[in-house]
C-alpha cells in the first residue's frame, strides 16, 4: 500500500551527497519536498534538478527544503552536480540520497511492480518512479505527483501546489482552480455563513456551497 495524505512519512536514515540524514530530522520543522529520478546523467532529470536549483530562493521563502533521490550511488551524485550546475546556471545546494538498495524507493512506493519480484533485481536494474512528495512540518504528506519517463515536471506548479498547502494549512480555507498568491480563497463549508463573516470578514456567495474571501495570507 502506497502512502496517502495525511500518513506520517517513513523516517529513514540515508547517504546523501552531502552526508548521513535521518529524514524527519533533516525536515525539522519546515516544509519538505522528496524529489525522486530514475538516475544520473539522464536529460529530462537534468532538466527537472536546473529547475530545482532555480527556485533556490522560492523555496527559501517558503521555509521548505528540497531532496531529491536516485539510485546512483554518491560519486555518481556529486559528479552529476557540475553538469545541472553548468546547465542552470544556479548551484544545486540541495542534497541527493544515493538509494542504491532501493530501501528508501520501497518505503515510499515508487517502484515499478515488477521490481518487487524476488528475481535478484538491484538498484542497477530497477528505476525508481519520477515522484513527488509534498511534505508539512508534522512530517504528514499534503500531496503527491507521479510522473512518467517522457513527461518533465512542472515545478512552477510544485510551488503554486505548495502555496496552496501553506495557504490552507490549520485554516478553514480551500484554493479554486488555478489559484495562484493574492487571488481570492474558497471558505470551508465547515463555517456557517455567520461564522465565515467572523472569521474573515466579508465573504462572496456566488452558491450556497461556494463562498469565497479575500486571501490574507
Known sequence: MGLRINDIVPNFTAETDQGTISFHDWIGDSWAILFSHPKDFTPVCTTEFGAVAQLADEWAKRNTKVIGLSVDGVDEHVQWKNDIESYAGAPAGFPIIADETLDVSKLFDMLPAEAYLPDGRTAADSASVR??????????????????????????????????????????????????????????LSLTDEEAKEKFGEIDVKLPYLRTTKYEG
Open 131 to 188: 515522484s513527488v512528495f509534498i511534505i508539512s512540518p508534522d512530517k504528514k504528506v499534503q500531496l503527491t505527483m507521479t510522473y512518467p519517463m517522457s513527461v518533465g515536471r512542472n515545478f512552477a506548479e510544485v510551488l503554486r501546489a505548495l502555496d496552496g498547502l501553506q495557504a490552507t494549512y490549520n485554516t478553514p480555507i480551500a484554493t479554486p482552480a488555478n489559484w495562484t498568491v493574492g487571488q481570492d480563497v474558497i471558505v470551508a
